[in-house]
């Protein structure tokens, strides 16, 4: 194993110190490093909270700012944060307005936001699940939440900046949900720092088809395909799943932390030809590595059908570590 450490059981702290040091203009550390806050909060705003193991930065720390999350919570390296990490970081961000937890479907994740908001006053929660590779997997159940979290953070986190109350924002993070699919491949495995070597074994002419963000299995092991091949059958599944649903979308391909952005760039170019070809109009693209699996070969392909509601939203001013635009 080859990485930057200078201890394994530092790499959280000290990481979370540099990621701090680095973006303190926009955020700052809560005690004991159990989450990262928005540096500037908005009184009165609803304050949305997401967080999860770490080990898919930018996501959810990169995240925190104007216009997204005023705090992430950051677990161990793919290990859910822990109740009080939540309960912490709501007491420190809420306003007066409440709290919407944003929440991807691991177990773990939803138990441990599940027993905050039980501990909590004026929480509500919305669960991604927008993983159409497997309807169950070895850390879910039902379907997993994935890159299309970040569109529903972005989304959601521009409504809340306009002051929408807790329950449209809660319904709004839904819907957004519920018109969002992704699907993803992998090419390598992840080494993760405590374990020392690669998560799976992958052959040099395979891939893993369906994978979920911390290396967990997809649909199939199979061979090594053609990018159109590949954007093609991801495409499909997610053309699929959403059924009658077209008109404009923002296409979002995923680097999943060791796909340099050529490649990424020309499986958003292979997915958008055959989007089109069915009947789905690219009204907005992201291209980029926002929802890793630390050093992964690979990528995802997320599809968000967008209404102008939705459109005028994901347009609107955001100023994180990792989405900056409009200001």
């Not at 138990?111 to 993983?131: C, I, K, P, W, Y």
């Not at 952005?261 to 009204?283: D, P, T």
């Amino acid at each position: 194993m080859k990485k930057f450490i200078n201890a394994v059981d530092d790499v959280l702290t000290e990481s979370l110190d540099g990621f701090a040091a680095a973006h303190s203009d926009i955020v700052m550390l809560g005690g004991g490093h159990k989450f990262i806050r928005r540096k500037v909060l908005k009184p009165g705003k609803v304050a949305l909270i997401s967080g999860g193991g770490s080990g898919h930065e930018p996501l959810h720390g990169g995240l925190v700012g104007y216009g997204m999350l005023d705090a992430a919570c950051p677990g161990q390296v793919f290990t859910s944060p822990t109740p009080d990490q939540m309960l912490e970081a709501a007491a420190e961000v809420d306003t007066g307005a409440g709290c919407l937890f944003i929440v991807k479907n691991y177990e773990g994740d939803v138990m441990n936001f599940d027993m905050a908001a039980e501990m909590s006053d004026g929480v509500l929660q919305v669960v991604t699940n927008d993983d159409v590779a497997v309807e169950d997997s070895l850390f879910t159940t039902g379907r997993r939440g994935v890159a299309g979290t970040l569109v529903v953070e972005k989304i959601v986190g521009a409504a809340a900046e306009e002051g929408r109350k807790l329950e449209d924002l809660k319904t709004l993070g839904d819907r957004v949900n519920r018109s969002t699919r992704s699907m993803g491949v992998a090419l390598t495995s992840c080494t993760v720092p405590a374990a020392g070597k690669p998560t799976f074994d992958i052959g040099d002419n395979e891939m893993e088809f369906g994978v979920g963000i911390h290396g967990e299995p997809g649909r199939r092991r199979d061979t090594l395909k053609s990018a159109d091949a590949i954007a093609e059958e991801i495409c499909a599944a997610i053309v699929g799943d959403l059924g009658s649903a077209r008109g404009n979308a923002l296409l979002f391909v995923n680097g999943f932390g060791g796909t340099p952005s050529m490649e990424l760039y020309l499986m958003y170019n292979s997915a958008r030809r055959l989007l089109e070809k069915h009947g789905v109009s690219i009204a907005r693209s992201l291209v980029g590595s926002y929802v890793t699996s630390l050093d992964m070969a690979g990528c995802s392909i997320t599809l968000t059908m967008l209404d102008d509601e939705t459109l005028r939203l994901w347009d609107a001013p955001v100023h994180t570590a990792a989405l900056r635009w409009g200001m």
